[in-house]
């Protein structure tokens, strides 16, 4: 598989860092495109944890893709209560998902498209995260020195809340920083 990747010049359509840095962690040579103003709506009806595979595949098709590329495209959700966090616009917002999140465990769910030219391949990860409960003192640090406004469900497992409220996760880590890269290595098998 490493050796069809060659092949293609790969493209991650992110301005995730943590994307960044996962991808790059798998050695593979890559460059960033994002190209603004992607509508990022689903239908009201869709299951929740369809929402993730759904939005990635329609930021993979507003790109126009060469003969020797291969795209990556990703979006990742956090589900408690078949209610989806995404990212929050303020610190009140912020705030209010963190203490839904507390003391429970909640999904996260990473949808990722792979295309080429001739070939489209969608999948998405879930992983279970359990929190502690979380006290108001922590909640309101972690929002006004980490500002987490870029991240679903207003945390990234990587930081202080992951640090001291994470308690037990079932499924890829890397899933919850917003890339599940092992699988995206096994899937690229579909595409190559």
């Known amino acids: 598989m490493l050796e069809s990747l060659k092949n293609y010049h790969v493209v991650l359509a992110s301005n995730s860092p943590r994307r960044r840095e996962l991808l790059a962690g798998l050695g593979i040579d890559f460059e960033v495109r994002v190209l603004p103003g992607i509508d990022e709506s689903y239908p009201e009806n869709l299951p929740v944890v369809d929402i993730a595979q759904y939005i990635a595949t329609k930021k993979a098709a507003a790109y126009d893709v060469a003969v020797d590329e291969l795209l990556i495209t990703a979006d990742t959700v956090v589900i408690v209560d078949d209610l989806v966090l995404g990212k929050p616009h303020n610190t009140d917002e912020a ?7 507390s003391g429970r465990t909640h999904q996260v769910v990473t949808g990722v498209c792979l295309r080429t030219r001739s070939c489209e391949h969608s999948f998405a990860v879930t992983t279970d995260v359990a929190f502690k409960v979380l006290t108001e003192e922590e909640i309101m640090h972690y929002v006004s020195v980490y500002k987490p406004f870029d ?7 990587q930081e202080w809340i992951g640090f001291i409220g994470v308690t037990g996760l079932h499924g890829s880590y890397f899933n919850v920083m917003g890339l599940p890269v092992q699988r995206i290595y096994t899937e690229l098998e579909h595409v190559l």
């Open 95 to 101: 705030s209010r998902m963190l203490h839904l999140l």
């Open 151 to 157: 991240k679903a469900g207003a945390y990234g497992i």
